[in-house]
C-alpha cells in the first residue's frame, strides 16, 4: 500500500517505541520489508518514489527533506545505504547519547550491519545483533564484548546457526559477561550434534564459565544466575536464562482444498507440542506442489514466520517407495501420490529419520523429520 510522506500523521511529539526503516534503492527497499516482518513489524518503511518494494510503505522524494523529522520522532532508525550517506544526513541533528535515536546502518545486499550512534543507552548494538542474526549478516559493534575479547552468546549463535529465543535476555546476558559474571552454558543431551554444540561453546566461552551436557527437563531454577540453554525444546522459561534453538527438524503438512489456517496451525501445535519442540526449531514446512496457492497453508506457516518448500509429484514418488510409505488411495487419485506429510518433510530435512509419522486432524496431516546432523 502506498502512503505519500506528505499523509502521514504528523511526526511529532515523544518517541513511543518508533521504528522507521530507510531505503533509497529498490533492493534496500525490498531487503526493509523483509528485515521488518522478521524483527520490527511496526516499523514504518520509507522508501523513495520511483524505487519502491511493492509493500506497504511511506513514499519520498527526496530523504534529506525527512530526514530530521525521522531523527526527532523515531527512537530506532534503520538505513539501508551507504554509511557516508547517512552520517552527512544525520550530523546536523546529533545532540547527546542520551536523546539520539539509535542510528543502525546497513548495505542493500544484507552483509553488514553497523551500529553507529546510541549503541547503549538507544539500544543500536542490540538491535544490530538482532537485525543480523535474524538474516544472517555480520554485525559491525565496536563497543564492549568484542572490543574487550568477552565471549558474546550471539557469537556463538551466529557460528552454529542457532536463533535467540528471546532478545531481551540477550542483552541481559551480554551485559552480564560485559560486568564480568560468569555464565554456564547447558546443552541438550538429546541433540543430534549435542557434542559438537558442547565442543563449540567450550571453545568460545573459554575460561569464562563451564559447559555441560544435559537432561533439559531437571534443570534446577536459576535463582538470579544468568545461564545460557542450547535446546529446541520447550522448557520453563526464566529471566536470567537465554534459549538458543537449533534448527533441528522440518514439518511436512498435508491438507484438504480450502483447509481455514486455523485448522492448519492447530494441527501444527499439537505435533508440537506432543515431542515439546519449539516452533523456533523448525527449519522449514513441506509439502506438494499442488498445495503452493493453498491459502490457509500459506497464511499458517507465515503466521509462525516459516518458509515452506513445496515438492513436485516427481518428487515424492521416489522417497515412497525408498521408504515403504502407506498411501491415501484417495490422495493418489486426486493428485497422483498418496503421501504428502511424510515425504515433504524427509525431502526437506535431507534425512531418513521421521520422529512423527503421519498424524490426521481435521482436514490436516502433519509428519515431522530430523534434519539430518552436519
Not at 542483552?171 to 547447558?186: F, H, I, K, L
Request: with cysteine; proline share 4%; hydrophobic share 40%.
Amino acid at each position: 500500500m502506498m502512503k505519500a510522506l506528505e499523509t502521514v500523521a504528523p511526526l511529532t511529539g515523544s518517541k513511543k517505541n518508533r521504528t522507521a526503516i530507510l531505503s533509497v534503492s529498490e533492493r534496500g527497499a525490498k531487503l526493509g520489508q523483509r528485515i521488518r516482518s522478521l524483527v520490527a513489524p511496526h516499523a514504518d518503511c520509507f522508501e523513495k518514489e520511483n524505487r519502491p518494494s511493492g509493500g506497504e510503505a511511506i513514499y519520498f522524494d527526496s530523504l534529506k527533506n525527512h530526514i530530521g523529522q525521522i531523527f526527532k520522532d523515531y527512537d530506532q532508525v534503520l538505513c539501508i545505504m551507504a554509511l557516508g550517506i547517512v552520517v552527512r544526513m544525520i550530523a546536523p541533528y546529533i545532540e547527546h547519547k542520551s536523546k539520539d535515536p539509535a542510528i543502525v546502518v546497513m548495505d542493500e545486499v544484507g552483509h553488514h550491519v553497523i551500529s553507529l550512534l546510541s549503541g547503549h543507552l538507544g539500544g543500536a548494538n542490540e538491535w544490530t545483533q538482532s537485525i543480523s542474526l535474524a538474516i544472517d549478516a555480520d554485525p559491525v559493534i565496536t563497543t564492549a564484548t568484542d572490543v574487550n575479547g568477552l565471549p558474546a552468546p550471539d557469537v556463538l549463535a551466529r557460528h552454529e546457526h542457532l536463533l535467540v529465543d528471546d532478545f531481551q535476555t540477550l542483552v541481559d546476558v551480554n551485559s552480564a559477561v560485559v560486568a564480568g559474571e560468569t555464565v554456564n552454558y547447558y546443552i541438550d543431551n538429546t541433540l543430534v550434534n549435542a557434542q559438537h554444540l558442547a565442543q563449540s561453546a567450550t571453545a568460545h566461552i573459554g575460561t569464562h564459565g563451564t559447559v555441560q551436557m544435559v537432561d533439559v527437563f531437571t534443570l534446577p531454577e536459576t535463582n538470579g544466575v544468568r545461564r545460557v540453554v542450547i535446546t529446541d525444546k520447550v522448557i520453563p522459561e526464566y529471566t536470567e536464562q537465554l534459549i538458543l534453538r537449533p534448527r533441528t527438524y522440518t514439518m511436512g503438512i498435508g491438507c484438504r482444498r480450502d483447509t481455514p489456517k486455523e485448522l492448519i496451525l492447530d494441527a501444527i501445535m499439537q505435533s508440537l507440542q506432543v515431542h515439546k519442540l519449539s516452533p523456533k526449531s523448525i527449519v522449514t514446512a513441506a509439502s506438494v506442489i499442488v498445495k503452493q496457492d493453498e491459502v490457509g497453508l500459506l497464511e499458517a506457516v507465515n503466521e509462525l514466520g516459516w518458509s515452506i518448500h513445496f515438492y513436485t509429484q516427481e518428487e515424492i514418488a521416489p522417497v515412497i517407495e525408498e521408504q515403504d510409505l502407506k498411501e491415501s488411495t484417495f490422495v493418489k487419485g486426486t493428485i497422483g501420490v498418496g503421501n504428502v506429510c511424510e515425504t515433504t518433510a524427509l525431502l526437506a530435512a535431507k534425512s531418513q529419520t521421521l520422529i512423527q509419522h503421519k498424524t490426521v486432524y481435521p482436514k490436516t496431516t502433519v509428519a515431522i523429520a530430523q534434519v539430518t546432523s552436519k
